[in-house]
């Protein structure tokens, strides 16, 4: 099973603020990475698939890049609503495996 | 818009058997481009992919759970269900149903139910 390590664990920011996030595969994925927003008693939302693709409605100060083993989610200036774990996963190895999450908190 | 809701008991006990219905509503569960998924998360933790099923293709399981797990599609109900059997505190998690979309591509998760906390206890 592919394992993705997500950093940092936490990340400590204020709105307006860009937020860079990362996501290392074990082994190459190719762009088969997708990243999910997760708020407190909510259900994960996809954001990015294959790397680089919104998914629908998703705003565009969201964006995602890499490929091989190494990706990042990056948010351009962070609004209030921004603030939440977000996971990467990837689908290229099967089983599909997720990251353990990142947690972004309002500096 | 699709949109999936889990029923089942959110309390089994040890050694028992967890069972979970997920509902389709606002698209159809039959169509060829979609894969339906079970997905957990215990209190705190990361996601951990179960299984999916299609009335397309036989369901397939993750190999940590291969041993234990049963998915099913009804598709006169619009249901997909889970069964976890010989359940212990470890399986304690918000599970949650989940559906891929070819369009994307599968093993993405771009539409899911609201989650239901499953406790395993005596």
């Known amino acids: 099973e592919v394992v993705l390590t997500q950093t940092p664990v936490t990340l400590s920011l204020s709105p307006g603020e860009r937020a860079t996030l990362s996501c290392r595969a074990s082994q190459s994925v190719s762009r088969y990475l997708g990243w999910y927003q997760q708020k407190p008693g909510q259900a994960p939302r996809l954001l990015i698939y294959d790397a680089s693709n919104r998914a629908t409605g998703v705003p565009a100060r969201f964006s995602g890049s890499g490929s091989g083993t190494d990706f990042t989610l990056t948010i351009s200036s962070l609004e209030p609503e921004d603030f939440a774990v977000y996971y990467c996963?990837?689908?290229?190895?099967?089983?599909?495996?997720f990251g353990q999450g990142t947690k972004l908190e309002i500096k | 818009q699709v949109q999936l809701q889990e029923s089942g008991p959110g309390l089994v006990k040890p050694s028992q058997t967890l069972s979970l219905t997920c509902t389709v509503s606002g698209g159809s569960i039959s169509s060829g481009s979609h894969y339906w998924s079970w997905i957990r998360q215990p209190a705190g933790k990361g996601l951990e992919w179960i299984g999916r099923a299609s009335t397309s293709a036989i369901p397939i399981y993750n190999p940590s759970l291969r041993s234990r797990v049963t998915l099913s599609i009804d598709t006169s109900k619009k249901q997909f269900s889970l069964r976890l059997i010989s359940v212990t505190a470890a399986d304690t998690a918000v599970y949650y149903c989940?559906?891929?979309?070819?369009?994307?591509?599968?093993?993405?998760?771009?539409?899911w139910g609201q989650g239901t906390l499953v406790t395993v206890s005596s």
């Open positions: 996963q990837q689908r290229s190895n099967w089983p599909p495996s």
């Open positions: 989940a559906r891929e979309d070819d369009d994307i591509g599968y093993y993405y998760f771009d539409s």
